[in-house]
């Protein structure tokens, strides 16, 4: 047990990180849905669907290489220095040519009034993009401290000037009775919430990170190591294609519903899915956390004797926090649902869905350790290729007839399919000992829980969140009765941490 506690510090630290950073932007959804009807806040859904895709194409796979080749390397300062230098031309040279064709770009997205748009956009991706190596080498050096903080640094920032561009001078604006200040407030708003505001926070946001990360990028020694970069990208290019089919699998949706679905209802409805779709943020965050702290752990287990049995271990713990925590949302989707605006209920129908095809992601995500231990980086790209036509036919084919409900299901199907192709290739090139049974076992009980509070829903709504309540403590009673020893681990860890043995 001892790795997998060191795993779940690791885990827990950067998770404050990413479930902080990830609760206080979520607070902004609650005011997004009220200050944005459902058409303005597509535009906000969409071009963060676009970020997503771009930062895997800027990254291309470096941040894992970086990861492998730290280990296996004789200088782990060359590894870095070649990764950051690689990473920072690029970057420079697609802000460049994107900058200056920003006007026809927006044309092509349908936004010709607004460009701004578009330059925000680059600005925040590029930025991204250059500190990504930076944050790579605190993660890899178990910093976890100093990259949660300058990730809570980043999202504070981002909260506050989304307040203040969003909230605040509005009002000022709309309130003064000083000629001089009115005309100086006018030279950021006209008095009304513009979706601008969120993109020049979040590229103030990714400035503060940038210059935080200062100290590391000074690191980066003044050479590149050619025959490095080629064998890193040589490992890495196939977790670009793996990349880019992950990011089309979890954002193309977004992009699909606008232009699939009739002009007059489409960003309307594209708002309304990409909102609801951040409901099912709690497990995407548990996930992220997860990813930080396990690939280099991953890594570091790799030549230990009893590595399969440590992460089938693992496996089976992930599998269950994944699924408590997806159970959790749907029970209480009454409570989670005043994230959003009223404006936005119609499409709650689409949460359940999304978070078990999320736990189907972060079982994949977990998976994915057999080819990137063995060096079969290229079977990860083709399970997603596979995955991508599955998400794209299914979007194709069910948008037009049930809206962005096909896209939910799109969205599920993709993610079993990937899971379960990966798992069935891992057991032939790298075989561990799974516990499929435990983890089957788990969702049906959940499944079954989620079914009851359905189909004997109680009216009242006090009365409804007892009988939730007693579902989920069920679920919970099941899974201490299947997993005894770690009822005894997190006994045992309680009782040394706060029941304190009497002094003589």
Avoid at 301 to 324: G, R, S
Wanted: charged fraction near 10%; aromatic fraction near 18%.
């Amino acid at each position: 047990m001892q790795p997998i506690k060191q795993l779940a510090g690791q885990t827990a630290i950067y998770g404050i990180s990413s479930i902080l950073g990830r609760v206080l932007n979520y607070l902004l959804v609650p005011l997004y849905s009220r200050v944005f009807l459902p058409a303005e806040a597509a535009v906000y859904v969409e071009m963060y669907a676009y970020i997503a895709f771009f930062f895997v194409i800027l990254t291309y796979g470096f941040e894992t290489a970086f990861f492998r080749y730290s280990e296996t390397h004789s200088s782990r300062s060359q590894v870095y220095s070649t990764a950051f230098w690689s990473i920072l031309l690029t970057t420079s040279v697609f802000a460049a040519f994107a900058l200056a064709g920003s006007q026809t770009i927006a044309n092509f997205l349908r936004y010709p009034s607004h460009p701004e748009y578009f330059v925000y956009f680059v600005l925040i991706i590029s930025l991204d993009a250059i500190t990504a190596i930076p944050f790579a080498k605190l993660r890899s050096e178990n910093k976890a401290l100093r990259f949660a903080s300058i990730r809570i640094i980043n999202i504070l920032v981002n909260i506050a000037l989304n307040l203040i561009l969003l909230i605040a001078l509005p009002y000022f604006y709309r309130e003064t009775t000083s000629t001089g200040l009115h005309s100086f407030l006018g030279a950021f708003t006209d008095g009304k919430p513009n979706v601008s505001a969120i993109f020049i926070a979040n590229f103030l946001a990714s400035l503060s990170s940038a210059i935080l990360l200062l100290p590391e990028m000074l690191k980066a020694k003044r050479s590149f190591n050619a025959n490095l970069w080629k064998s890193m990208f040589k490992y890495a290019f196939p977790l670009l294609i793996f990349g880019l089919a992950g990011i089309v699998n979890e954002t193309i949706d977004r992009v699909l519903l606008k232009y699939l679905l009739p002009t007059e209802s489409a960003m309307h409805n594209l708002g309304i899915y990409g909102m609801c779709y951040k409901i099912a943020i709690f497990i995407a965050i548990f996930i992220q956390a997860f990813r930080y702290a396990a690939e280099p752990f991953f890594f570091a287990q790799a030549n230990e004797k009893n590595a399969p049995e440590t992460y089938a271990l693992v496996m089976n713990y992930f599998v269950l926090a994944c699924i408590t925590i997806s159970l959790g949302i749907m029970l209480y989707i009454e409570l989670f649902k005043f994230f959003v605006g009223q404006n936005y209920y119609e499409g709650l129908k689409v949460v359940p869905i999304l978070l078990i095809s999320h736990v189907f992601l972060g079982v994949f995500y977990n998976l994915s350790v057999w080819y990137k231990l063995s060096g079969k980086t290229r079977f990860g790209a083709w399970i997603s290729l596979g995955g991508v036509i599955i998400t794209l036919v299914l979007n194709i084919l069910l948008i037009p007839y049930i809206g962005y409900m096909g896209s939910a299901w799109a969205n599920f199907a993709c993610y079993l399919f990937m899971m379960v192709v990966s798992y069935l290739l891992g057991q032939k090139y790298y075989p561990i000992p799974y516990k499929l049974k435990n983890a089957a076992s788990y969702l049906l009980v959940a499944m079954l829980a989620f079914t009851l509070s359905q189909f004997l829903r109680p009216s009242n709504f006090l009365i409804n969140l007892l009988f939730n309540t007693c579902l989920m403590a069920g679920f919970v009673v099941y899974v201490a009765l299947k997993n005894p020893s770690l009822v005894h681990s997190l006994q045992t860890s309680f009782s040394s941490k706060f029941l304190k043995k009497p002094t003589k």
